[in-house]
């Protein structure tokens, strides 16, 4: 069974991050192939602040992927669709080429989602905003339990709304 470890970023993940953030697969979309030194800077910001939380993802002891979590009411995709202020978000990165397209996106957000949900009880849904050309994103995502709830024109991209509410079982 595949076991991820979420733990929060620190300012000295900040070359592994910024190395995985100027792979082609990943910067194609997040566009943020920043130095070292705004990484770090980012991540001290973030850790700071109650919009989000940068973390990494450890699979079979090796750190392969970045996630962010964050709060929809402090966000600027407040803007975009009549949020919940319980309303938790998701970006992902799989930082490393040779681990993408072989289900393993779709499992971290499912746990991802998962751990959230446990932790998170005022929380009934977590969604995301992935460019709607970026189909592994969008597929990864439907896979692991999101609901496409149709297109958001953001300033940068036309984004798909995915949202994964929390079941009657979970409830
Ligand atoms: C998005 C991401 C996390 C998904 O993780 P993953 O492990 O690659 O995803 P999965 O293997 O679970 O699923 C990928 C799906 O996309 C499909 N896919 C992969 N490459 C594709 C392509 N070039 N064209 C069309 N479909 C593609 C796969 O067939 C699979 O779908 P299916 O099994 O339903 O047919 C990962 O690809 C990634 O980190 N990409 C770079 C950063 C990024 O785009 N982040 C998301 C920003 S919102």
């Known amino acids: 069974m595949t076991t991820f470890a979420l733990r929060p970023a620190v300012p000295s993940d900040a070359p592994r991050i910024a190395l ?3 792979q082609p697969h990943v910067r194609r979309w997040w566009h943020q192939g920043w130095s070292v030194e705004r990484w770090a800077q980012e991540i001290t910001r973030q ?3 109650e919009h989000s939380m940068p973390c990494v993802v450890t699979l079979d002891a090796e750190e392969f992927a970045y996630v962010e979590l964050y709060r ?3 966000d600027r995709l407040a803007q975009y669709y009549p949020y919940d202020a319980e309303d938790w978000g998701v970006h992902v990165a799989i930082g490393d080429g040779t681990r993408v397209g072989r289900g393993l996106g779709r499992q971290l957000l499912r746990e991802v989602v998962d751990t959230v949900l446990r932790t998170e009880p005022a929380c009934t849904r977590v969604v995301a905003e ?7 994103s969008v597929r990864a995502f439907a896979a692991a339990g999101f609901l ?8 940068e991209k036309t984004a798909v709304l995915m949202v994964r509410t929390r079941t009657v079982q979970e409830a």
């Open 20 to 22: 995985w953030m100027t």
């Open 47 to 49: 850790a700071a602040g």
């Open 72 to 74: 929809v009411r402090h």
């Open 130 to 136: 992935p460019d709607i050309e970026n189909t592994p």
């Open 148 to 155: 496409n709830r149709g297109e958001l024109q953001l300033p």
